[in-house]
């Protein structure tokens, strides 16, 4: 039979198939077709089983990745994706916008369409201070701008329930996998879109101001009534890039691409003292946001080996 992967770690898989679900076991520990990966199957996947063994894989239209450092090896998130809906939060934990960049940059490598929820806008209404200078003043001109550059940005709270209609719309019909540090909300997102699921909603550490893992596992949710599938991941400190050469991350940020090979130094360009570099006019002509450039020479560095940024950097 041919099933579809619910979740699953180390060697048991829970696959979903006509006649039910079933756990199963890769039949030898090994598909050839996923040797080096920290994972080899995701939630999406679809596999042919017998007796409680996984035999084979189905060709993939798509991976979501990152690259588990622990482990040294790309880790798979979800397969077979419609839309990657990264999940941040207004505050508690604070807004990480270099979390986005790279999460965004990855979508873009895999050919996956990309959306930015930006959670806990109750706290933002209740607390947000007139003055043009706070952090909520910057959270917005961060979310402006990435509207600018062409992502959907959805405003959401689960407390009053902004933006979860137009979260319902953006999904249906859908395959969407969150994507998000731990505490932005993901397991009340789909706790939201489907009441009747029993799940634990985690607790922020006071002392760190971050979130405590809740959800273990990647797991892929029916969404009544829309059609909409989602996969629901375990919270991400650090989203380390998966498979991209660094003279690639040009490529994969979508301002940034147009320009790619422009420079008077061309493809050798390094877009940081070069005469002639378009990147750095367009940074300069506010084209390209300066935290966005910044992080594109973070992600670049990172690839390179040059250096490795604090996980919440």
């Known amino acids: 039979m041919t099933g579809l992967v619910i979740r699953g770690s180390r060697n048991l898989f829970t696959v979903r198939t006509a006649a039910g679900e079933v756990e199963c076991r890769i039949k030898g520990k090994i598909l050839k077709s996923v040797e080096g990966y920290y994972n080899p199957i995701a939630p999406g996947d679809m596999v042919t089983v017998e007796g409680g063994l996984i035999l084979g894989l189905e060709k993939r239209r798509n991976v979501f990745a990152r690259f588990n450092q622990k482990g040294q090896a790309p880790q798979l998130l979800a397969a077979n994706v419609d839309l990657v809906l990264c999940v941040t939060s207004f505050a508690s934990p604070p807004f990480r916008h270099r979390f986005l960049d790279r999460a965004l940059v990855q979508a873009a490598a895999a050919d996956i369409p990309a959306a930015i929820l930006c959670n806990k806008s109750d706290l933002a209404a209740r607390d947000s201070p007139a003055d043009p200078d706070s952090d909520w003043a910057d ?11 062409g992502y959907p940005v959805l405003r959401v709270s689960t407390v009053t329930g902004e933006g979860v209609d137009e979260l319902k719309r953006l999904a249906a019909g859908k395959f969407s996998v969150l ?10 997102i789909v706790k939201t879109l489907i009441p009747a699921l029993e799940i634990r909603i985690g607790s922020i550490n006071e002392k760190f101001n971050r979130g405590n893992h ?5 797991v892929l949710l029916d969404v009544p009534g829309s059609g909409a599938r989602i996969i629901d991941t375990p919270g991400i400190r650090r989203f380390a890039l998966a498979g991209i050469p660094p003279e690639d991350v040009i490529l994969h940020m979508r301002e940034f691409a147009p320009l790619a090979g422009t420079c008077s130094y061309g493809l050798s360009c390094f877009h940081q003292t070069e005469p002639g570099c378009k990147i750095m006019e367009a940074v300069h002509a506010g084209v390209i946001h300066e935290d966005r450039y910044e992080s594109y020479l973070r992600i670049r560095d990172d690839l390179s080996g040059k250096r490795a940024y604090p996980d919440n950097d």
Not at 139 to 149: M, P, Y
Not at 214 to 218: C, K, L, M, P, S
């Open 139 to 149: 959270v917005e001109e961060r979310l402006s701008d990435f509207q600018r550059i």
């Open 179 to 188: 994507v998000g540090q731990s505490g932005v909300g993901k397991s009340s």
């Open 214 to 218: 809740t959800t273990t596992q990647a």
